[in-house]
């Protein structure tokens, strides 16, 4: 299938490691130009290394005010004549721990990174994207059903599947689109090399990185015009409801 995603141009932002790298490298496989981005210049530098020709970075932290304006005009810098076509809004997850281990600063930092720097970047991206263009969001199989010991995750999630739901009602008029990818149990940095048990999973297995980079990919490329307002599990089956 072709994507058409040849001379456009993406922002992926957490896009130097896990499912954002994946997501660049799926994306640049088909000949679009990507901007990652990551709040340390040491994995910038090593993960533009990784995705070679194509692709282009810059460290600076979601949560800041700054970033959706510095991400859109350092990819118009670094990728003249190919325009950006959509935005894949990836971000750490908060800290771990049961909602009477975690305090109010713990959930004021996840608000501030998770929560409004996602929307935050939205917003922009709404406002500055043109018609055919895409946002996604990395979100969680708790979107729709609790995950021990990621409580803040728990409560944050939700609320930006339903932003998916919601923006997508106020851009689809102008043709641009919002997604959700929700990613069950991913072999990345986060879930390390521990045995994790797959019973509970149809396919008996962890995804990969590379896995979820290809859902995204197609989810952010024209190929995916018809698809809007949806949050699409990639999780082996894991994820019970419908």
């Known amino acids: 299938m072709d994507l058409s995603l040849a001379n456009s141009a993406y922002i992926v932002t ?56 510095t991400l859109f005009r350092t990819a118009a810098e670094a990728f003249p004549g190919s325009p950006v076509h959509g935005l894949m809004i990836s971000v750490g997850g908060p800290k771990k721990g049961r909602f009477f281990e975690t305090t109010e600063d713990d959930w004021r930092a996840a608000l501030d990174s998770v929560l409004l720097g996602t929307l935050r970047l939205a917003r922009y991206a709404g406002e500055h994207l043109g018609p055919g263009s895409a946002i996604g969001m990395v979100l969680s199989s708790s979107v729709w059903t609790p995950v021990p010991d990621i409580a803040i995750s728990n409560g944050l999630r939700p609320g ?61 490329s024209p190929a995916a015009a018809y698809v809007t307002g949806s949050v699409i599990p990639v999780d082996g089956g894991m994820i019970r409801a419908l």
């Open 14 to 69: 957490g896009g130097t490691s896990g499912l954002g790298l994946a997501t660049a490298q799926a994306l640049i496989s088909e000949g679009a130009h990507v901007l990652v981005s990551s709040r340390s210049q040491e994995k910038v530098d090593a993960a533009v290394a990784e995705l070679g020709d194509g692709s282009h970075g810059i460290a600076l932290d979601n949560a800041s005010p700054e970033a959706p304006a």
């Open 160 to 220: 930006l599947g339903m932003m998916v739901k919601t923006l997508s009602d106020e851009l689809g008029p102008r043709d641009i689109r919002v997604v959700g990818v929700a990613p069950g149990i991913i072999r990345t940095p986060r879930v390390g090399s521990a045995e994790v048990p797959t019973d509970h999973i149809p396919l008996r297995r962890l995804g990969t990185p590379e896995e979820f980079g290809r859902v995204a990919a197609f989810l952010l």
